[in-house]
């Protein structure tokens, strides 16, 4: 069963609050916290914990990108 999070549990997962660094895109939430690229929780302009969905567009790659990483749960 996959898990429920609200804005403010994923807020925490932001590399600061917490170990764990998590993003939000389309209502799914991907645990990023090994990846080299989002370390300290921030990804060039991007920051951890939050809901990506609107700023993809503006990323030199497409949304292929969420299937390295696990997904843990769904924003609620």
């Given at each position: 069963m996959i898990k429920e999070?609200?804005?403010s549990q994923l807020a925490l997962r932001?590399?600061?609050d917490r170990e764990e660094i998590w993003v939000a895109y389309k209502g799914k939430?991907?645990?990023v916290t090994d990846s080299r690229l989002w370390r300290n929780g921030t990804h060039y302009e991007h920051w951890a914990g939050q809901d990506l969905t609107d700023e993809l567009p503006d990323a030199p790659h497409t949304d292929k990108v969420f299937e390295r990483f696990n997904q843990i749960g769904?924003?609620?």
């Open positions: 999070f609200t804005k932001n590399g600061q939430i991907y645990d769904v924003l609620v």
